[in-house]
């Protein structure tokens, strides 16, 4: 499984609404809301369905996916 530095990928694209205009820059009618994308990094997950997505997002703003992913074992 993927983990992903949630609260880094949110100070990249400058919060959830910066998330959210990106995504429907990309993918435009996706239905999602601000409240759900803000839930997102409230509980510090992206859902499966929007992976993808994201990742995408953050290949297109010029940055490394690689930066964005973190080990579970650092945090032991």
């Known amino acids: 499984m993927m983990m992903f530095d949630v609260a880094h990928v949110f ?3 400058g919060g959830p609404r910066g998330l959210l205009d990106a995504i429907d820059l990309y993918q ?7 409240n759900a ?9 992206i859902p499966a ?11 297109q703003k010029g940055g ?13």
């Open 37 to 45: 994308v803000q839930m997102w990094s409230q509980r510090e997950t």
């Open 28 to 34: 435009p009618g996706s239905g999602l809301t601000y």
């Open 11 to 13: 100070r990249t694209f």
């Open 49 to 59: 369905k929007w992976v993808g997505v994201v990742l995408y997002c953050i290949k």
């Open 64 to 76: 490394s996916v690689r930066e964005f992913l973190t080990d579970a074992d650092e945090f032991l």
